[in-house]
């Protein structure tokens, strides 16, 4: 899971991401956001991470889930994570993801969009889940 988290932030780092980059001044962050984030950042969290190993090899697939969450907190409207978010689906959508030592990305999906309204934070909350099929 750790290659392939490296290769997403790589990638939104990378001039190909720029638009995403732009619709989110607030960063990207792993797992959690700082208490003083602001403007609209994006939370990346590594779901699961199944691995299947192919008897007497060392080949094997592992199918990887990775949800990437929009947020605004407290300031904004819905309409500033929903661009980011599409900016995301359009960045990491059928991607091959490159740069992970060991691992080749066979296929990538972004499914699962919705958009919610934080009632902690009073902002939004765009939240995509991305699949990702790995060979090892």
Not at 19 to 43: C, H, R, Y
Not at 128 to 135: F, K, N, P, S, W
Request: hydrophobic fraction near 45%; charged fraction near 15%; charge should be negative.
């Amino acid at each position: 899971m750790d290659e392939l988290l490296k290769a997403i932030v790589s990638l939104y780092n990378a001039a190909d991401g720029a638009t995403l980059k732009a619709a989110t001044p607030g960063g990207m962050w792993l797992d959690e956001a700082p208490q003083n984030a602001s403007a609209t950042f994006i939370v990346l969290t590594g779901v699961s991470a199944v691995e299947e190993f192919v008897m007497n090899s060392t080949v094997g697939t592992i199918e990887a889930v990775v949800q990437f969450s929009v947020n605004n907190i407290g300031s904004g409207t819905d309409s500033l994570v929903v661009t980011a978010g599409q900016a995301v689906r359009s960045l990491y959508h059928d991607t091959i993801l490159t740069g992970m030592t060991g691992i080749t990305c066979l296929m990538a999906k972004c499914n699962n969009v919705r958009l919610i309204r934080d009632p902690d934070s009073t902002g939004y909350s765009y939240v995509i889940e991305t699949r990702y099929l790995l060979g090892r």
